[in-house]
């Protein structure tokens, strides 16, 4: 396929992986952050070609996994309106709140859709005029964009039967709520490919001065990901932190104003929880006042939320870094993404589905 | 979406009815459910046992097993590019009974209608299965039709079941599976899937995806005849060629194989599964199968298939293996072993 054929060329990913295993000398933990790239390097193998002294750690760049359990119990309650047209992408509609999934409430007579784009919900909404049109806004950078022009759009149109359950949130406090842990052993980061074309990578200079830490914005395809590790490890080796963005094709070092300029015209930026993680400052998007009419945790008053996790799930210390899935007691015997325990097994981002779908059991 | 000329309309005119959309008096049984059986339904399929107008089809069948298979057709939308809820009814009946090595002999069909259903849109339906059941040389000689209140389902619904005669000497099944067979496929994988989606949620693609609906029963006589051998076949359908072989090395308790540069996908079915996070592997098919055979008869098969029309992109993608048994493994372009799972319920486009 063009421009994906070159990126998967296994004779340059296997001349990257020498230069990995000749540039490396002592061991290292480096974290891909996005679950696109988890999923890719489980997909392809890439953690299997490395050296025994890189341990490649999972972050927390799933949006389906950080989104907190109380703003799934919240969509669950709303959707079950039936006044309510909910929408939403694919992947949240399984994923399981304290007592049920979306697809559960869709089974029992709520209106629930599957959209493709926040413009398509917007859309809805206009042929709808008697239905309130909702939109599970989640996710990191790279979503927003699109989400905050879709309720630009509404507010511009005066369409007031859209809103938007919204539960985005920012990757750099994220990194340095990680760095900062006490426990914390991740020594170089893989930045999101996606999350950077968007804000591009001067908010990540100040991690990596405060931290000492390599941060390398890289893409998804193995040739992508070499490339990333591979500087990672020369910067780790040569003690130099600092960014080195090697998306080139994708990532500017302002990333895309527009799509920051309408970020920040709707949404600001506010406290948020991280499943399995708990509150990271200034880590969340929320709806600004002016537009909260689109807003649909003020438009729907829920109360009675009280979630309820797992105790036995690690998924918290999975999106840290601080575990590898098969370190879990439960990891494909009583969790398996049939009956998932936590979102990062219920995902195809998570990292607990990656392992448990492409490295379950021992191969030959 | 703009409806290309549908050239089976030129042989297959519309006839003049008294409405332009279905009643519920054309299920009732009186003047009206008579129009529509006359003019529409019996045009279509004219076989003998069908024009008897009995309760039943009164078969005379060749000595042998029967294979019998029903299914039941849902599909939305009901027109996509490539084919329609008709052929797919037609071909995917008789592809379930032919896997079995059965000579295919008779179909049924049982139309639920729902009311309003434009009557040209039913007769479109109509045509399209009279010309998969004239490709595929198979009779409809049972029916039945009824009328359901508007809402009560989605258009049209189809049941076909059909009957078969599995010739003296063909025992096809996955428990007949060895280490050391090849796994074939007979041509490109995930087309009828990805232009249903692509259709159906009006992704906007410049899309040249067509649904591979073809009856494989011609395909399977000529593999067979080459090829006796062959230890088992399957078309695989919902949950793409990976469920499929899944089920066979659970079945035969092997492990399966397969090489990932192998696998073949069109270009532009490639780009909207990339697109949608999606794998081929999973993906539905409607007029491939797949076909374990031992390896020292893998060439004669292969070219037993290719030289079918609807064999013609036929390939060996993997092998059967004594390791790993119940599981299937995929060897990336890079040489890394990795694990083909079942699917865990519908394969749902990610978010980013």
Known sequence: MKHLAEFRDPELARRLLDEIHAAVTRPWVIMEICGGQTHAIMRHGLDQLLPPEITLVHGPGCPVCVTPLETIDRALAIAARPEVIFTSFGDMLRVPGSSEDLFGVKSRGGDVRMVYSPLDALELARQNPDREVVFLAVGFETTAPGNALALRQAAHEGVTNYSQLASHVLVPPAMRAILSAPTNRVQGFLAAGHVCAVMGWEEYEPLAADFGVPIVPTGFEPVDILDGILKTVQLLESGKPGVANRYLRAVRRQGNPAARAVMTEVYRVGDRKWRGIGVIPDSGLLIRDQLAKFDAERKFAVTDISPCEPAVCLSGQILQGLKKPDECPVFGTDCTPTSPFGATMVSGEGACAAYYRYARKGLS | ?352
């Not at chain 2, 004239?134 to 029916?143: D, E, L, M, N, S």
């Not at chain 2, 790993?324 to 890394?336: C, F, I, K, Y």
């Open chain 2, 1 to 352: 979406m703009n409806q290309l000329p549908d050239p089976t309309r030129l042989s297959c005119p519309l006839p003049v009815l008294d409405h332009e959309t279905v009643q519920l008096a054309h299920g009732a049984g009186g003047r009206l459910s008579a129009d529509l059986m006359e003019k529409l339904i019996l045009p279509r399929f004219h076989s003998p046992e069908l024009a008897a107008l009995e309760d039943q089809a009164v078969l005379d069948l060749p000595p042998g097993r029967i294979a019998f298979s029903t299914d039941t057709f849902v599909v939305s939308p009901i027109f996509f590019p490539g084919g329609d809820i008709g052929d797919l009814a037609v071909n995917g009946t008789v592809n379930d009974v032919a896997m079995s090595g059965a000579r295919v002999e008779a179909l049924s069909v049982g139309l639920v209608l729902e009311e309003g259903l434009p009557l040209a849109d039913l007769h479109r339906i109509l045509c399209s299965m009279e010309t998969a059941a004239r490709a595929a040389g198979v009779r409809i000689v049972t029916g039945d039709t009824k009328v359901v209140d508007q809402g009560s389902c989605d258009r049209i619904f189809i049941n076909t079941s059909g009957l078969g005669v599995i010739p003296a000497g063909v025992s096809l099944s996955p428990r007949h599976i060895r280490p050391g067979d090849a796994v074939l496929v007979s041509g490109t994988l995930a087309d009828h899937g990805m232009a249903v989606l692509t259709t159906r949620e009006k992704l906007g693609f410049a899309s040249e995806i067509r649904s591979d609906t073809a009856a494989l029963n011609g395909l399977i006589a000529q593999l067979l005849a080459a090829c006796p051998a062959t230890r088992a076949l399957r078309d695989p359908t919902r949950g793409g060629v990976a469920t499929t072989l899944n089920e066979f090395a659970s079945a035969a308790q092997v492990g399966i194989k397969l090489d990932d540069e192998a696998i073949p996908v069109r270009p532009a079915v490639r780009g909207a599964c990339e697109v949608l996070g999606i794998d081929p592997l999973y993906v539905a098919n409607e007029g491939k199968l797949v076909a374990v055979v031992p390896a020292e008869h893998a060439d004669q098969a292969l070219a037993a298939l290719r030289d079918h029309p609807a064999g013609k992109d036929a390939v060996r993608i993997g092998e059967i293996v004594t390791q790993h048994p119940a599981l299937v493994s995929l060897r990336t372009a890079l040489g890394v072993e990795r694990v083909v799972d079942m699917p865990v319920g519908e394969q749902l486009p990610r978010i980013c």
